[in-house]
């Protein structure tokens, strides 16, 4: 199926052809990857990329497309209800792939940024004895309409929705939480939308907001999941940072990992998000230690990203160096470490997006060249 690998942990690395290139590397992105590696799935999705970022008759479609993500919270009921299917039916593909909940039996979830409710609608269709809490940042703060219990009273009663700021506190602990068997990250909104050689020059993450929640989302997902149990996250660009090294970081703590890209058009094929489920998390003593060593890291960069106190003057945005206690970004580049193994995690994600791309700028006219 497009977009989908099933990997134990990285142990022995695969071989891959590359080609070495001079000069300091930055970060990771397609153009590193590609001089070390030459990946026909990356190079294909590179080129289509830059013909949509050049082609002046689609900016308006894309700036659109922004301003929706910008204005999430206040879209029509409509556009509201559109989005909680899309989520729903991504959980429910990612549930037949993955295998991310048991058959049978008491099963706890928590959703991070549950947003209108589509990640809980379908485990609890999928899961009768499933019982859900779900994470949101308050009203003023929130992303989208909560549709869940609206749209299906019956499964809302196994379903408790908190309003809270994860950033508030380190580790922050409710009445409700405790350690869940399956943790789902519903998708930090990292902007990061720039021309990708503008990318190239970028020394960090401009969006400050957005990277402080990414990593506070991180800190409970670990904090939370029980050993043993499942993450689900969902990322962006998975050949740039912070990607590379939250995958890695997931990959490192856990048993099996599954990276799948929907290649339906609701899922939103064209653009670079995927997911990522991490089964067995800290379920030896090796990963557990692993895992609570990245935690205090994580939690060290939060408090740095958020500024000291409540200043928030000094509050600022992933750097390229900040996930370097994980993996440096020269071991994820390195032909000989990890990147035959991103490579490989990364080829069915990219492949997909660039057929989603392609189709969508054959549709609009654009003249796509060769292959």
């Not at 991070?112 to 003023?140: K, M, T, W, Y």
């Not at 890209?261 to 094929?269: E, L």
Request: hydrophobic fraction near 40%.
């Amino acid at each position: 199926m497009p977009g989908l690998l099933i990997q134990t942990p990285v142990t022995e690395q695969s071989t891959c052809a590359h080609q070495e290139c001079g000069g300091d590397i930055l970060k990771p992105s397609a153009r590193t990857i590609l001089e070390r590696c030459d990946v026909q799935e990356l190079r294909e999705l590179e080129r289509l990329r830059r013909l949509g970022w050049n082609e002046a008759a689609l900016q308006s479609y894309y700036d659109e497309r922004r301003r929706n993500a910008d204005e999430h919270g206040r879209l029509a009921f409509e556009t509201q209800r559109y989005y909680y299917n899309a989520v729903a039916q991504s959980m429910h593909e990612l549930i037949a792939i993955a295998g991310v909940i048991p058959k049978s039996g008491i099963y706890d979830f928590l959703v991070i940024n549950c947003l209108q409710g589509g990640h809980g609608s379908a485990i609890l269709q999928s899961a009768p004895r499933a019982f859900g809490v779900g994470i949101d940042p308050p009203s003023e703060h929130a992303e989208g309409t909560f549709l869940l219990d609206k749209l299906d009273k019956k499964l809302s009663r196994r379903y408790m929705r908190i309003e809270c700021d994860l950033g508030t506190d380190e580790h922050p602990l409710f009445p409700h939480i405790h350690n869940f068997d399956l943790v789902i990250l519903g998708g930090n909104r990292l902007r990061v939308h720039l021309h990708p050689d503008e990318k190239e020059t970028m020394l960090s993450i401009p969006d400050v907001l957005g990277s402080a929640r990414l990593i506070g989302d991180f800190i409970a997902a670990l904090a939370f999941v029980q050993a043993g149990g499942t993450i689900v996250a969902r990322l962006s660009h998975l050949e740039e940072f912070p990607s590379t090294h939250l995958l890695y970081l997931l990959d490192a703590i856990s048993d099996t990992i599954v990276v799948h890209k929907p290649a339906f058009r609701g899922s939103g094929a064209t653009r670079p998000w995927f997911h990522v489920v991490a089964k067995g998390v800290a379920a030896t003593d090796e990963h557990a230690l692993l895992k609570e060593r990245y935690l205090a890291g994580l939690r060290g960069l939060w408090a740095d990203l958020r500024g000291e106190g409540t200043n928030a003057s000094t509050a600022r945005g992933l750097r390229f160096d900040d996930l370097d206690f994980v993996v440096s970004t020269t071991d994820i580049l390195d032909p000989k470490g990890y990147l035959p193994r991103l490579v490989e995690l990364g080829r069915g994600v990219w492949k997909t997006q660039a057929q989603a791309i392609s189709d969508f700028l054959a549709k609009k006219g654009v003249r796509l060249g060769d292959v």
